[in-house]
């Protein structure tokens, strides 16, 4: 395989890996590279897996390129290729890594959050009321499901939120 | 009958929203024995506002906040990678059944949620705009 040839091949190996849910297309653009370059596509894809297994590692353990470099010249691949393959990585592993960590388990996540607020005008105690109520709607992740809550706050209980809220964001921020 | 009549007037009272003592004795037949109306009318103004207050609380209304606790995490590790330090936000929500379906056992459940950063960030963009509608329309 030539150097042009691994670039591109390269090119087409980390946009899957940027970007993982795009199956269809990296199978399209790896058809086209075997075609383009008169290589079989059952033996590319065989080579493709095996190289794919070394940034899945790398990920997971967190390697330097210099790592991933030495890890493809054990494999047996030349070192100006092993060194381009490196690179690329160093470029890409923020994303990659932003990504393996977005996959991380989570608990009853909260995706959304919708609220209206109004006042209450009367009911069949009270003629005229006049108290402010804030609603909110909470969209959580229970699982593969979404689950909504529904919650009524009075204002003094939506001022301490907010007010808690910001303390956590306070601490979040001193974290990171 | 006495204690129905009885009930009956502390409810319009209440409904109503009367605060004076003459709108209460107005609501008096003619002939009431006088010292009586008077004495009920007080025990009447001096309850008035718990009542209201009572009424309120026990109103239909969707399940409320009655507590909220939070604490921070940091992941240190996952199967997807081996070593990493985000910090996550858990956010325990206790939320009271409407008061009025149950009765004397109000059902609490608790929501444990669990918030990212960026979560977070998009909440407090939106409470931030709910203070700010908040303080626009009593500030009318």
């Known amino acids: 395989v030539s150097s042009q040839q691994f670039s591109a091949l390269t090119e087409v190996l980390f946009r899957f890996?940027?970007?993982?849910?795009?199956?269809?297309?990296?199978?399209t653009q790896l058809t086209d590279f075997a075609t383009m370059?008169?290589?079989?596509?059952?033996?590319?894809?065989?080579?493709?897996?095996?190289?794919?297994l070394v940034p899945n590692g790398a990920l997971k353990r967190n390697l330097s390129s210099e790592q991933v470099r030495a890890d493809f010249i054990a494999l047996g691949l030349s070192e100006e290729k092993a060194s381009y393959f490196a690179e690329q990585w160093k470029?890409?592993?923020?994303?990659?890594?932003?990504?393996?960590?977005?996959?991380?388990?989570?608990?009853?996540?909260?995706?959304?959050m919708e609220w209206k607020f109004g006042v209450t005008a009367g009911s069949s105690e009270l003629e005229k009321v006049g108290s402010i109520f804030l609603q909110l709607k909470l969209v959580v992740k229970k699982g593969s499901q979404l689950e909504n809550v529904y919650v009524e706050l009075t204002l003094p209980q939506f001022y301490s939120f907010l007010h808690e809220m910001e303390r956590v964001k306070t601490s979040l921020e001193s974290f990171s | 009958q006495l204690v129905s009549a009885l009930h009956?007037?502390?409810?319009?009272?209440?409904?109503?929203?009367?605060?004076?003592?003459?709108?209460?004795?107005?609501?008096?037949?003619?002939?009431?024995?006088?010292?009586?109306?008077?004495?009920?009318?007080k025990i009447i103004l001096e309850n008035i506002s718990a009542w209201r207050n009572e009424a309120q609380a026990s109103q239909i209304s969707l399940p409320r906040l009655?507590?909220?606790?939070?604490?921070?995490?940091?992941?240190?590790?996952?199967?997807?990678?081996?070593?990493?330090a985000v910090p996550t936000c858990l956010l325990q929500l206790k939320i009271q059944?409407?008061?009025?379906?149950?009765g004397n056992n109000p059902v609490v459940s608790a929501l444990t949620v669990?918030?990212?950063?960026?979560?977070?960030?998009?909440m407090l963009e939106g409470l931030g705009r709910i203070r700010d509608q908040l303080s626009a329309v009593a500030n009318k």
């Open chain 1, 17 to 27: 890996l940027t970007e993982p849910k795009e199956v269809e297309r990296f199978l």
């Open chain 1, 37 to 52: 370059n008169k290589i079989s596509l059952g033996p590319l894809k065989n080579i493709v897996k095996s190289i794919l």
């Open chain 1, 91 to 112: 470029v890409n592993s923020p994303t990659l890594t932003r990504l393996a960590v977005g996959q991380t388990l989570m608990i009853n996540q909260l995706i959304d």
């Open chain 2, 8 to 41: 009956n007037l502390t409810r319009h009272v209440v409904y109503r929203g009367l605060t004076g003592a003459e709108d209460i004795l107005r609501l008096f037949p003619e002939n009431f024995h006088q010292n009586l109306k008077n004495l009920l009318t």
């Open chain 2, 66 to 84: 009655v507590d909220m606790d939070w604490r921070v995490d940091i992941k240190t590790s996952s199967d997807g990678i081996v070593r990493m």
């Open chain 2, 97 to 102: 059944e409407d008061a009025a379906l149950c």
């Open chain 2, 114 to 122: 669990e918030l990212s950063k960026e979560t977070l960030d998009t």
